[in-house]
Nanobody, 124 residues
Framework: QVQLEESGGGLVQAGGSLRLSCSGSGRDFDSRAMAWFRQAPGQEREFVAFISWSGGVTYYANSVKGRFTVSRDNARNRMFLQMNGLKSEDTAVYYC?????????????????WGQGTQVTVSS
């Protein structure tokens, strides 16, 4: 069982930065791949970023590539999402997720555990 909790969301002006954190507890946290997804009102949950259990492999959605950076600290059971150059279209609830990677890093069904989400609002 893995429990996840996001923090770091808030209100920021366009062009600004935020750093999201995901704290994990439970067994095998450091052996699980992790990801960030987001969901805007009236839209489906969409993939944002993926990081392998070791941190050695990362993937990003095209819409955030070059602006967002995912990282993790297994010693502290934490994952991070550094978001720079924020745009109004980045406004959403951001979720962290964990699971055993089987190849579909951008599919929500890949992940067994989810946090409650943290709101990110970017004002233009």
């Amino acid at each position: 069982q893995v429990q996840l909790e996001e923090s770091g969301g808030g209100l920021v002006q366009a062009g600004g930065s935020l750093r999201l954190s995901c704290s994990g507890s439970g067994r095998d946290f450091d052996s699980r791949a992790m990801a960030w997804f987001r969901q805007a009102p009236g839209q489906e949950r969409e993939f944002v970023a993926f990081i392998s259990w070791s941190g050695g492999v990362t993937y990003y959605a095209n819409s955030v590539k070059g602006r967002f950076t995912v990282s993790r600290d297994n010693a502290r059971n934490r994952m991070f999402l550094q978001m720079n150059g924020l745009k109004s279209e980045d406004t959403a609830v951001y979720y962290c997720a964990a699971g055993y990677y089987s190849g579909n890093h951008d599919s929500p069904t890949e992940y067994d555990y989810w946090g409650q989400g943290t709101q990110v609002t970017v004002s233009s």
